[in-house]
């Protein structure tokens, strides 16, 4: 009988190469099981859930109800809602456009109205009230007085929306969901736009 010889091919020598490598540094075999979970972190942050802090009076006093402003609320966000574009009116939302007055600064806002509505509009909106366009939505902050939002800039595409607000995780004695708050003497409903 002929003996049969096998020789390994390069992918073979390759892997037997590099399981040997492996083997023999632990150090190495840890940063690469880490490193094998940032595709999945990165995608639960992107579609998932992620934690952010709330500055500022506008959305007082749901966030930072201290008039001091020396401390900032810790909430949890959803970004899945703004992937499926599930709003109703009195979500608490984060927007992706920048304020006005500062392109660095992220807005975090309530929504008063949904495409079809009619939202009777505040000073210094020009019309006293608008219907607000498909794809859009009216938002303000929960202080009327210390707010930059729609009767500023007009009605907010859905598209920019990054993410629901949904729980205040910090401070510990505030903890529990964002309140749920409408304006129904300000709204005038649609009535197909409580589908979206």
Known sequence: PTKKVTTATDNQKFQICMARFFSSNPT???????ASWIPVIVWSIDHGFTISSVSGRSMQPTFN???NQLTRDIVLLNRQAAIS??????????????????PDKVITKRIIALEGDTVFTLPPYPDKFLRI???HCWVEGDDTYH????NTFGPVPLGLINAKVTYILWPLPRFGKVPHIEKPGR??????SSAF
Request: overall charge negative; hydrophobic content about 35%; proline content about 7%.
């Open 85 to 102: 574009h599930k709003y109703i009116r009195g979500d608490v939302i984060l927007n992706g456009f920048s304020a006005p007055d500062d």
């Open 28 to 34: 190495i075999r840890v940063c690469v099981g880490i």
């Open 187 to 192: 709204v005038a409903i649609y009535a197909d």
């Open 65 to 67: 109800p201290d008039s």
């Open 147 to 150: 707010s930059k939002d729609s």
């Open 133 to 135: 366009p498909n794809g």
